[in-house]
């Protein structure tokens, strides 16, 4: 149904066009805002991998273990992910707003340009109407009628001269004939402004509205294409997005407890034999001579003993303490 056809309202139109332009301006704004939202979350994914990643020898030592290497592994696939937000954050950016803004500028002075070719026709018409009212003859006609009916009174008066009489038919002849050039002059205005409403209203007012129908057609199916980009923008990288996650789900896969277990057994072993029972002691013995206990039980001393450390020191007989202390 096209606008032209069914529509008669320029005031009504010009709002309904204008509504549209004001939801692409708005729809440009709601993405920008979108965009900020990726780029400072990206943003915080990066500085949260960067503050998790491994620094210093210390951590580089621990990484050999499989549990601190997949963390890394996840830091690392953390941080690609974040490159695709920023990437989606860019492709809506340049795909959705910078396209949009241009398109907007553009449908606005094609709308421009109609509202003005509307107007310019409406004042036309306006000042072709003006010209008809000038053109009325009323005044003259009256005028006419009334020179008639006193050049009948003075032919009929007595005391009228023939000169007199005479006078008053060419002035109302005068007048009849103003009156009826004026009369012609009418019909043509009004002939000319019956072909130009006719115009006005079945030519040109019609291709106008329906071209700002097809402009505002346009701009929905255009603003409909950017509905649709908001998704495909962020479909488009979703591979890689679960290529990343299927890497942080393999980094976790990929711990080995045992594998672990076997390495800081190597890393940290000492070789030190655990230690042997402590043999009795019996002190209900006699006394013996200091150099036969001297040669006959020469105090044991153990070395290459499992070490323990400051936090569990263990307390042992004092024969022990000098053997413990140098392990």
């Known amino acids: 149904f096209p606008w032209g056809c069914k529509m ?3 005031d009504v139109i010009d709002k309904h066009t204008q509504t549209g332009l004001d939801l692409v301006e708005r729809y440009i704004k709601f993405v920008k805002e979108r965009t ?4 400072s979350y990206a943003k915080q994914l990066r500085n949260l991998t960067k503050k998790y990643a ?8 621990e990484c050999k273990y499989s549990d601190h290497a997949s963390f890394q592994d996840i830091l690392n696939e953390l941080n690609d992910y974040a490159g695709q937000r920023e990437l989606i954050a860019e492709n809506m950016m340049t795909g959705i707003c910078v396209e949009l803004t241009k398109y907007l500028q553009d449908i606005k002075q094609e709308r421009k340009t109609h509202l003005s070719d509307a107007k310019k026709a409406q004042q036309n018409l306006e000042s072709s109407f003006k010209h008809l009212e000038s053109k009325r003859f009323a005044k003259e006609w009256a005028e006419a009628e009334k020179a008639t009916q006193q050049a009948e009174k003075t032919e009929s008066d007595l005391n009228a001269t023939k000169l007199d009489v005479e ?3 060419q002035h109302a002849h005068a007048r009849t004939h103003t009156a009826e050039e004026c009369r012609n002059d009418y019909a043509a205005q009004l002939q000319k402004y019956n072909k130009e409403q006719n115009l006005f209203y079945y030519t040109e007012i019609v291709q106008i509205f329906n071209n700002l129908q097809d402009m505002e057609e346009r701009r929905i199916r255009r603003l409909a294409e950017g509905y649709c980009q908001f998704s495909d923008t962020e479909r488009k990288v979703m591979p890689i997005i679960s290529k990343c996650l299927e890497g942080i789900s393999t980094a976790g896969s990929k711990t080995n407890e045992k594998q672990d277990s076997v390495l800081f057994i190597e890393q940290h072993k000492s070789g030190f034999e655990r230690p042997s029972d402590v043999e009795f002691e019996d002190y209900t013995q006699g006394i013996k001579p200091a150099s036969s206990d001297s040669s006959l039980n020469p105090p044991r001393v153990r070395t290459k003993l499992w070490p323990f450390s400051k936090k569990n020191k ?4 004092h024969c022990y303490s000098r053997a413990w202390a140098n392990i």
């Not at 491994?54 to 030592?61: D, I, L, T």
């Not at 263990?314 to 007989?317: G, I, R, S």
């Open 36 to 39: 900020e939202i990726e780029q």
């Open 314 to 317: 263990v307390n042992y007989p």
């Open 8 to 10: 008669d309202q320029y």
């Open 54 to 61: 491994k620094r210093g020898s210390k951590e580089e030592q």
């Open 167 to 169: 006078k008053a038919k």
